[in-house]
């Protein structure tokens, strides 16, 4: 489970599949069994507040994000309390600290995301993926790597957990959104990433 800080009120939550796993979550369960959500979300409120100080305290709203390579992305939003709306109602600060609201929105998402070190291990990735996979994808540049987004159209199942097997053997699965790259990071090329790179870059096999 990795955490990271958007800002002072949003923090990020990237957990695997495998986190998932080890707590007894899989795939589908994301829609179907909100008290295991429950218990995961209590977990990562204690996580985030010993690693980061992020108060869970007030109304939440929480973005989470299920993605075929990446596992799941939740996005926590912290809205601060009116104290005194809520003293005028006989409430004192340790009864609001046993409350919180949260608003839940999930959403499952086709997107893939990589993101490589190395524009040598990308060059790799396209070329072994060239020509097998009916893909297209964008390449942009973000904190200091190269980070390729795509979102593969009615892929069988198979064929889709081969390709992202492939891209696994170079990069790494990472969280970045796509409302991220847009705003702060750099579109390299916009549209057919892998056969614009094969085209252009020969692999160091070759």
């Not at 989470?64 to 600060?93: K, L, N, Y």
């Not at 040598?120 to 994808?137: D, K, L, M, R, W």
């Not at 549209?191 to 692999?203: L, M, N, Q």
Request: aromatic share 10%.
């Amino acid at each position: 489970m990795k955490i990271e800080r958007l800002g002072q009120d949003k923090i990020r939550i990237f957990l695997t599949f495998d986190d998932l796993s080890e707590r007894g979550i899989q795939r589908e369960d994301l829609w179907q069994e909100m008290s295991k959500l429950q218990e995961l979300f209590a977990e990562m409120m204690d996580q985030a507040y010993t690693e980061l100080g992020f108060d869970a305290t007030g109304p939440l709203a929480v973005e989470v994000f299920a993605m075929p390579a990446q596992g799941m992305v939740v996005i926590v939003t912290r809205t601060r309390w009116d104290s005194a709306s809520h003293h005028a109602h006989g409430m004192d600060e340790d009864e609001l600290d046993d409350v919180y609201e949260m608003e839940v929105t999930l959403e499952e998402s086709d997107t893939i995301v990589f993101a490589f070190r190395d524009f040598e291990h990308f060059i790799e990735a396209a070329h072994t993926v060239n020509g097998q996979f009916p893909v297209s994808g964008a390449l942009y540049q973000y904190n200091g790597q190269w980070i390729y987004h795509v979102e593969p159209a009615n892929m069988d199942p198979n064929r889709l957990h081969g390709f992202i097997a492939i891209l696994a053997e170079y990069g790494e699965a990472t969280s970045v959104t796509t409302a991220v790259l847009e705003e702060y990071g750099t579109c390299i090329i916009a549209e057919d990433a892998i056969s614009v790179i094969c085209a252009h870059f020969k692999a160091r096999r070759d």
